[in-house]
């Protein structure tokens, strides 16, 4: 039933688009200049949330170029819907619906492929990450004094607003992660981030992926920083995630990350002679 929505839903005119084709003629289409960051958002079952983060996501960015690409993972709400309506009034809104719900980690690497700038910017669809950090973040990627193969910046959840349960199951799992994988990151799993695009295409995919961007960033030879973010409470709808599903995932994943920490040889460069 789920999926049938999903197809009657989405409009299948859009199917033949691929690729830097469909980017750049979506750019052009709504007459911008190619933008310098593109925001994206994956969504699951979050229709009263969606409204508010694509105005501070326009309030964030004003006056500057970029685009949002929400990215609705079949949901089976009026996330879709309300996201098409809300297009009219954001002419920097692009909407991408999966046929079948694929999980976060896809729909944030289907906004990645479908996007228009160099570099990108992640937010959860839940409302608790805050687009007014962008900018700063934004910033702190592309200084002119940035080291040598920065292409991550990820948000670091200062003053966490979620159930003690939650904070003490993050803390745990971060505190192992970061021990074995050395990445130097304090809360891997905050879903505001800012990177490089190609950076992240380089990557090697798999589900969840969204938590070890730090660690497979450094495996490819690039350099991260990390800054203190705002965080907020969920007004609407309910978490996708429990704890004991993240535990059972992240063994797995990380135990994958680790062996290809093994696997990889950095040739620290290469120069054409």
Not at 32 to 49: D, G, K, M, W
Not at 167 to 182: M, P
Request: aromatic share 8%; proline share 4%.
């Amino acid at each position: 039933m789920q999926r049938s929505r999903c197809l009657t839903e989405f409009s299948f005119a859009k199917r033949g688009a691929r690729g830097h084709d469909a980017r750049m003629t979506k750019t052009a289409a709504l007459g911008l200049t190619s933008p310098a960051i593109s925001v994206i958002v994956p969504v699951y079952n979050e229709a009263e949330n969606v409204g508010k983060l694509v105005g501070e996501i326009a309030a964030a960015f004003a006056g500057t170029a970029y685009e949002m690409i929400f990215v609705n993972d079949c949901s089976s709400d009026d996330t879709l819907a309300v996201l098409q309506g809300l297009k009219k009034t954001y002419p920097a809104l692009r909407v991408l619906s999966h046929r079948a719900n694929a999980g976060q980690s896809r729909s944030v690497r289907t906004g990645i492929l479908a996007a228009s700038a160099p570099v990108i910017g992640t937010l959860d669809g839940d409302g608790q990450n805050d687009p007014a950090d962008l900018p700063a973040m934004y910033a702190q990627l592309t200084r002119d004094n940035a080291p040598d193969g920065l292409q991550l910046v990820g948000g670091r959840r200062a003053k966490r607003i979620d159930s003690a349960a939650k904070k003490i199951a993050s803390k745990f799992g971060n505190g192992v992660r970061k021990k074995l994988l050395k990445d130097n990151a304090d809360d891997t799993g905050c879903g505001i981030k800012v990177f490089g695009r190609e950076a992240f295409l380089r990557l090697p995919y798999f589900d969840h992926i969204h938590r070890y961007i730090p660690a497979l960033m450094l495996r490819e030879g690039y350099t991260a920083e990390f800054m203190d973010v705002n965080h907020r409470s969920r007004e609407f709808g309910v978490s996708k995630y429990t704890n004991f599903g993240r535990l059972i995932v992240s063994i797995a994943d990380l135990r994958g990350v680790m062996w290809l920490n093994k696997r990889s040889r950095n040739p620290g460069g290469w120069d054409e002679v």
